[in-house]
């Protein structure tokens, strides 16, 4: 039984519990809720690997890039690319939210309020400030994956620049490397309960009636982020990186999988770190840098959604917005992205910047809030296939990638 059960690749089993707990949610309904435990169980795992995954992989990766310039030539092109598709992702959104108009026809007393979660302190200068850790063992306490990430990189740089003398330090980070590696693998085997239960819940609780009512905003949000994950990062795969398009996506199934389920880009990086590095051969320094750093600012469905949302605000209470005010949204929204957190229910928070910004009612935020949470799983999904696809091409403009990996991506 047990044998039988480890022959099935693990993102077929992922799939397979994925499917049976969204029929399992919607045959149970919110009773499915008594189960949500086991997905708490699994998402806990995942996350107690966040940080000594990314501080062991990206002090060794960059240690192993070897030279300053060529992590710039790789933290530029990253970057770059992020900032082009997170663009791209913030006009669809409002491309959608104009042509489609959700927000016309709806009746607001229709929607049952969610509540209105409190706005962060979002000026840019606490942005900045945010980024440096006050103290490092803190932010790993707290999980803070930004200022972790400016932190092991300091230290990578430092070995780089310690030539000799840092090259113990290097080996014994190389070490801790190859162990988290392990011990992911190990949490990953929790992956199809954790899906299982997590869906079963989502679908359980939410049920058809939620969605209902706010249908043409959901809908649009699932359409926009498949146009994202399918055109845009389908491109950047078949024609910057000039690799196979569907390797890429069998390679990084369970970290879409993941994402779905636990709306959660900080959370999958364990998986998508595994994904990007085993099931599609992006050298270790790569992928643990582009993975870690894009959980964190590379949020293309997030974008999208903003955008989205605002313009869905607007024609609920009838805001006029120029093309001045259009301009506003799509640099708020992306910069709302960059700062929302890789957790649960980031965007949601981050609306409050945008719809500030071009004076549409924070009030919009409670009547999506009620569905947020099934619109923060597909928009997961897109960030972190983002951060694979972004991965994966700057590997090969890098040469940092064996596709002889890739290929064999059906034995995962
Ligand atoms: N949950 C998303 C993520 O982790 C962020 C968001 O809420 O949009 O990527």
Same mark, same amino acid.
């Given at each position: *039984? $047990?044998? #039988?059960?480890?022959?099935?690749?693990?993102?077929?089993?992922?799939?397979?519990?994925?499917?049976?707990?969204?029929?399992?949610?919607?045959?149970?309904?919110?009773?499915?809720?008594?189960?949500?435990?086991?997905?708490?169980?699994?998402?806990?795992?995942?996350?107690?690997? %966040?940080?000594?995954?990314?501080?062991?992989?990206?002090?060794?990766?960059?240690?192993?890039?070897?030279?300053?310039? &060529?992590?710039?030539?790789?933290?530029?092109?990253?970057?770059?690319?992020? =900032?082009?598709?997170?663009?791209?992702?913030?006009?669809?959104?409002?491309?959608?939210?104009?042509?489609?108009?959700?927000?016309?026809?709806? @009746?607001?007393?229709?929607?049952?309020?969610?509540?209105?979660?409190?706005?962060?302190?979002?000026?840019?200068?606490?942005?900045?400030?945010?980024?440096?850790?006050?103290?490092?063992?803190?932010?790993?306490?707290?999980?803070?994956?930004?200022?972790?990430?400016?932190?092991?990189?300091?230290?990578?740089?430092?070995?780089?620049?310690?030539?000799?003398? /840092?090259?113990?330090?290097? &080996?014994?980070?190389?070490?801790?490397?190859?162990?988290?590696? &392990? @011990?992911?693998?190990?949490?990953?085997?929790?992956?199809?309960?954790?899906? #299982?239960?997590?869906?079963?819940?989502?679908?359980? @609780?939410?049920?058809?009636?939620?969605?209902?009512?706010?249908?043409?905003?959901?809908?649009?949000?699932?359409?926009?982020?498949?146009?994202?994950?399918?055109? %845009?990062?389908?491109?950047? =795969?078949?024609?910057?990186?000039?690799?196979?398009?569907?390797?890429?996506?069998?390679? =990084?199934?369970?970290?879409?999988?993941?994402?779905?389920?636990?709306?959660?880009?900080?959370?999958?990086?364990?998986?998508?770190?595994?994904?990007?590095?085993?099931?599609?051969? @992006?050298?270790?320094?790569?992928?643990?840098?582009?993975?870690?750093?894009?959980?964190?600012?590379?949020?293309?469905?997030?974008?999208?959604?903003?955008?989205?949302?605002? $313009?869905?605000?607007?024609?609920? #209470? /009838?805001?006029?917005?120029?093309?001045?005010?259009?301009?506003?949204?799509?640099?708020?929204?992306?910069?709302?992205?960059? /700062?929302?957190?890789?957790?649960? /229910?980031?965007?949601?928070?981050?609306?409050?910047?945008?719809?500030?910004?071009?004076?549409?009612?924070?009030?919009?935020?409670?009547?999506?809030?009620? %569905?947020?949470?099934?619109?923060?799983?597909?928009?997961?999904?897109?960030?972190?296939?983002?951060?694979?696809?972004?991965?994966?091409?700057?590997? %090969? *403009?890098?040469?940092?990638?064996?596709?002889?990996?890739?290929?064999?991506?059906?034995?995962?």
């Amino acid at each position: *039984m $047990l044998t #039988f059960w480890f022959k099935i690749p693990l993102w077929q089993r992922v799939i397979g519990a994925l499917i049976l707990g969204i029929i399992t949610g919607f045959l149970w309904g919110p009773e499915a809720e008594s189960i949500k435990w086991i997905g708490d169980f699994f998402i806990k795992s995942i996350k107690m690997l %966040v940080v000594p995954l990314i501080f062991f992989s990206l002090v060794a990766g960059i240690a192993a890039i070897g030279n300053i310039r &060529k992590l710039g030539s790789v933290g530029g092109r990253a970057m770059l690319l992020f =900032i082009i598709t997170g663009q791209i992702a913030a006009w669809l959104g409002l491309a959608l939210g104009s042509l489609v108009k959700p927000g016309a026809g709806v @009746v607001v007393d229709a929607i049952e309020k969610g509540e209105t979660p409190k706005p962060n302190n979002t000026s840019a200068v606490d942005m900045i400030l945010s980024i440096v850790p006050d103290s490092p063992v803190q932010v790993m306490a707290d999980v803070n994956v930004l200022p972790l990430i400016v932190f092991a990189l300091l230290i990578g740089i430092g070995i780089l620049m310690a030539k000799e003398d /840092g090259k113990p330090l290097a &080996k014994i980070f190389d070490s801790g490397a190859i162990v988290m590696q &392990k @011990v992911t693998l190990i949490v990953m085997e929790l992956t199809p309960f954790g899906v #299982f239960a997590l869906m079963a819940w989502v679908a359980g @609780v939410l049920g058809m009636d939620a969605l209902q009512s706010l249908a043409w905003l959901v809908g649009l949000n699932y359409f926009g982020c498949l146009l994202i994950i399918l055109v %845009v990062y389908s491109s950047m =795969i078949k024609f910057l990186a000039k690799l196979p398009v569907i390797d890429f996506f069998r390679g =990084i199934v369970d970290a879409m999988v993941v994402s779905y389920s636990t709306a959660s880009s900080n959370a999958t990086i364990p998986v998508t770190l595994k994904c990007t590095q085993r099931n599609l051969g @992006v050298s270790q320094s790569v992928s643990s840098f582009v993975v870690s750093l894009g959980a964190t600012i590379n949020m293309n469905g997030t974008a999208m959604y903003l955008g989205l949302a605002t $313009l869905f605000g607007a024609q609920i #209470f /009838g805001v006029d917005l120029s093309w001045g005010d259009y301009l506003m949204i799509t640099i708020t929204s992306t910069l709302g992205a960059i /700062g929302a957190a890789g957790i649960p /229910g980031a965007g949601l928070i981050m609306m409050a910047l945008v719809f500030g910004s071009v004076g549409v009612p924070l009030e919009t935020i409670a009547f999506v809030a009620g %569905v947020d949470r099934i619109m923060d799983m597909m928009r997961t999904t897109t960030n972190v296939s983002g951060d694979a696809a972004v991965a994966t091409t700057v590997a %090969v *403009m890098t040469g940092e990638i064996d596709t002889a990996e890739m290929i064999s991506a059906d034995d995962i």
